[in-house]
T-cell receptor, first 116, second 115 residues
Framework: DVKVTQSSRYLVKRTGEKVFLECVQD?????MFWYRQDPGLGLRLIYF???????EKGDIPEGYSVSREKKERFSLILESASTNQTSMYLC???????????????FGAGSRLTVL | AQSVTQLDSQVPVFEEAPVELRCNYS??????LFWYVQYPNQGLQLLLK??????LVKGINGFEAEFNKSQTSFHLRKPSVHISDTAEYFC?????????????FGSGTRLQVQP
């Protein structure tokens, strides 16, 4: 089975701190994604990457950046955390290409971030 | 651009009763459709998917969904629910074509199965 591992399940940070959320997948997937999950809003796409060093903005990229230096690792960075970034962050990966199965995503367990 | 509407934020149901969770989507192009389930304190798990072919798709844990192109719907059903089905369910859509496209999710439906 594909495994997507998020290194931190729970984090508590202070306003203004720099925060790194790490995600690693072990199935050689081309595509990786960061979503934010909030009650009543579902999952909203922050950034995604379809190749090493490539990234595309999602629906809510403001206040976030990403890094993909290796195929298996996709990091989400909050340059200066704010209280409105308190949320659950979900990483996902999927195969690239144009086949129908390329759109199936596998998710990590999530990282719950609290910014005080 | 695509969007997904899950019409019910919460669905309470008694154990062994049937359930339907509604999902409607909007897209100007052909789509793939998905249902994911999230159990408490866990990530999302794929329940079922519609990629092509038969419009009735079966997934894990006895769930099924029907793709209705004319009504742009993809409702999830189960004929008899268990307590263990208590979870949040998300409908998602993406456009056919390149594998670079992300999924667009609905706001979720919390299924509460009562004894």
């Amino acid at each position: 089975d594909v495994k997507v591992t998020q290194s931190s399940r729970y984090l508590v940070k202070r306003t203004g701190e720099k925060v790194f959320l790490e995600c690693v997948q072990d199935m050689d997937h081309e595509n990786m994604f960061w979503y934010r999950q909030d009650p009543g809003l579902g999952l909203r796409l922050i950034y995604f990457s379809y190749d090493v060093k490539m990234k595309e903005k999602g629906d809510i990229p403001e206040g976030y950046s990403v890094s993909r230096e290796k195929k298996e690792r996709f990091s989400l960075i909050l340059e200066s955390a704010s209280t409105n970034q308190t949320s659950m962050y979900l990483c996902a990966s999927g195969r690239g290409g144009s086949s129908s199965g390329a759109n199936v995503l596998t998710f990590g367990a999530g990282s719950r971030l609290t910014v005080l | 651009a695509q969007s997904v509407t899950q019409l019910d934020s919460q669905v309470p149901v008694f154990e062994e009763a049937p359930v339907e969770l509604r999902c409607n989507y909007s897209s100007s192009v052909s789509v793939y459709l998905f249902w994911y389930v999230q159990y408490p304190n866990q990530g999302l798990q794929l329940l079922l998917k519609y990629l092509s072919g038969s419009t009735l798709v079966k997934g894990i844990n006895g769930f099924e969904a029907e793709f209705n192109k004319s009504q742009t719907s993809f409702h999830l059903r189960k004929p008899s629910v268990h307590i263990s089905d208590t979870a949040e369910y998300f409908c998602a859509v993406t456009s056919r074509g390149t594998g670079r496209r992300a999924l667009t999710f609905g706001s979720g439906t919390r299924l509460q199965v009562q004894p």
